[in-house]
């Protein structure tokens, strides 16, 4: 107990703020966690996975006729969109189905906003014969109709949140509700790396194989490190994926960029660092969305995977030592980035990504042609055809 | 200098029975309709208060008081309102106490939030997302003021959990009596007497039993093993499904009778 207060804590942000019935499946799962780093069984069963099922390593595209946009900058593109399901979120995921499994539970829950995590969770449930029950808001269940189809042809119940603003934050609440009740047959398989300690640290650990990849990735193409790494950051965890193995490399900035919705002037967003104050929500400490009262504000983004008040406390904690910078793109920003990867390199990033994107033709502009950009490309763009349909007017 | 709410249990131990205590979100339905529910509740022989801080992300809580609370904050209720609606319990003779999710409290400033409830006549607050390893500075702040801290301990609790959470309660213990939400069950789970027992091998203070009561057979049954009996969702329930106000304090006057007759029939 004692050591978790330090091992569970970014500075003053993460810790545990949850009811007392989950401290039992939060300390289980922290030592399965644990053992399993230390398991070579373990770890070669996941980097067999990796390799057999998701499709790692992930390739890095470098693309020109993009860059010409951003400054003439060298930018490289980490693949995520062509794992196995789409995007960055099968790592985890995998991950935490074998921690499930170990844990001899037979159950899993899980929270989505985009889809992206709740079409993992239900392809992880598949393969290890799992029941899921994936939680999403109703509002999300219309934007992202497609995921949805898929989660249920994988077989999982797909259960709409209709409380609050229906989105993930409530789909959240909604899950937490389950776990509490069912804890001891069911693991809550956290999609980011928010929520209490040990989701923050577990979910990274299990994302950083982006950035260890990328990092050997780029010495091998380009010769040296980066100028700066970018990607997009609603709860975080694509950022802290990539931005993990950089960090001791202190020449390379780290930039996450936040949904700046209809701008953060208007109150209309989901820039959480950008835009927000410190507080507690969903059983961490960092920074939120809220009114004077503590109170979370809803949150307003054109991409369901970023529309979310929160943000991981390891954000919160380089943020405020200045390590990583945060910085907002609007939703015309980031649809103009999707619009031009599409037609000049042919590859249709997921809206989420595209927020990198466009952070992207910002810094290369700033840091001009001899710069090296990386950019997590989290995810592609399928699921969200309508969405882009409708923005761009285009008939379908 | 003992609290109302350490009063209360005093006296209801020399009378061999339970307290009954009532949860109500402040401005529920309204500021000034909670008012009236206290002081109907007060007069129908509840023995304490809890004023439920309504919060906009309560995962400790099933739907009736989700929808409590979203009927309250569309109202407008904030810190100034439950503090003027604690200070109204006092009032009317209620030892209360604020329920409370942490971030609120930690919004108005932890420090800040101790001494007003203090200064509103509450005796205490219960905090239920609140780990024993993120209160320090709390328990500071709880401690200069002289409020009692309320902690909530789960059947899952280990022993050395519930030893190490007890620890830092005062006023009473709140015991969970399931896993899951609140909410009102057909049943109390055999769970609650067996983790009321588990806590009073480790500590001596009263224990209430909340989740899941809502009937006087229910509160009997609770007070036979436990020290106070927790009743909140039945009551708001009662308020939801009337067909008028005034017909909804009627049946929440009924059905605090009938619990409070139910807690002191258990011995």
Redesign the interface.
Known sequence: ?GN??IIGHFGPYG???????L???LDELEEAHNSAIHDSAFQSELRNLHLTYTGRPSIITEVKRFAEHAGDARILLKREDLNHTGSHKINNVLGQALLTRRMGKNRIIAETGAGQHGVASATAAALFGLECVVYMGEEDIRRQALNVARMKLLGAEVVPVR??SRTL??AI?EA??DW?????STHYLLGTVAGPHPFPTMVRDFQKIIGEEAREQLLELVGRLPDAVLACVGGGSNAIGIFHAFIPDTSVRLIGLEAGGDGIETGRHAATITGGSV?????T?SY?L?D?????IESHSISAGLDYPGVGPEHAYLHDIGRAEYRAINDDEAMEAFSLLSRTEGIIPAIESAHALAGAIRVGKELGPDAILLVNLSGRGDKDVETAADYFKIEL | MRTPLEELFVKVRNENRAALIAYLPAGFPTLQKCKDAIATLAAAGVDAIEIGFPYSDPVMDGATIQEAADISLKGGTGAVEVLETLKFAHEVGLPAVVMTYWNPIERYGVDAFAKAIVHNGGSGVITPDLTIEESSQWKRSTTEAGLNTIYVLAPSSTQDRIAAVSAECSGFVYAASLMGVTGARATISAGARELVSRIRATSNLPISVGLGVSTRDQARNVAGFADGVIVGSAFIKALLDAKSYEEGLAEISSLARQLAAGVREGR
């Open positions: 107990m978790v207060e810790g545990r703020f949850v009811p007392e019935a401290i039992g499946a409380t609050g934050k409530d609440n937490m509700r509490v009740t069912n804890v001891e507080g507690v929500l969903h059983g400490r939120v809220q004077s009262n503590g109170q979370t």
